[in-house]
């Protein structure tokens, strides 16, 4: 069976992450300081994964509550 739901792979997130940790700790050590590495790998993080549900369709929509 194939599924028809092409919503973003979690392949797709996990290297999201790992994209926006590594950067960060790259960050934190250059500048010694963690704070300038969280501030730089969060929003890779956020892009990553904003592009990649735009480009997706967005995946699942949850339902709301009424």
């Known amino acids: ?9 979690r392949t797709g997130y996990a290297a ?3 994209i926006g940790v590594a950067l960060g700790a790259v960050v934190a050590t250059l500048t010694s300081d ?14 990553i994964v904003g ?3 735009l480009w997706t369709g967005g995946g699942t929509t949850r339902p709301h509550a009424p």
């Not at 069976?1 to 792979?9: L, Y």
């Not at 704070?35 to 892009?47: F, K, Q, R, T």
């Open 16 to 18: 999201a992450i790992v």
């Open 51 to 53: 592009l990649q549900r």
């Open 1 to 9: 069976m194939t599924r028809t739901d092409q919503g973003p792979s």
């Open 34 to 47: 963690v704070i300038l590495g969280v501030i730089a790998g969060a929003p890779c993080v956020a892009i």
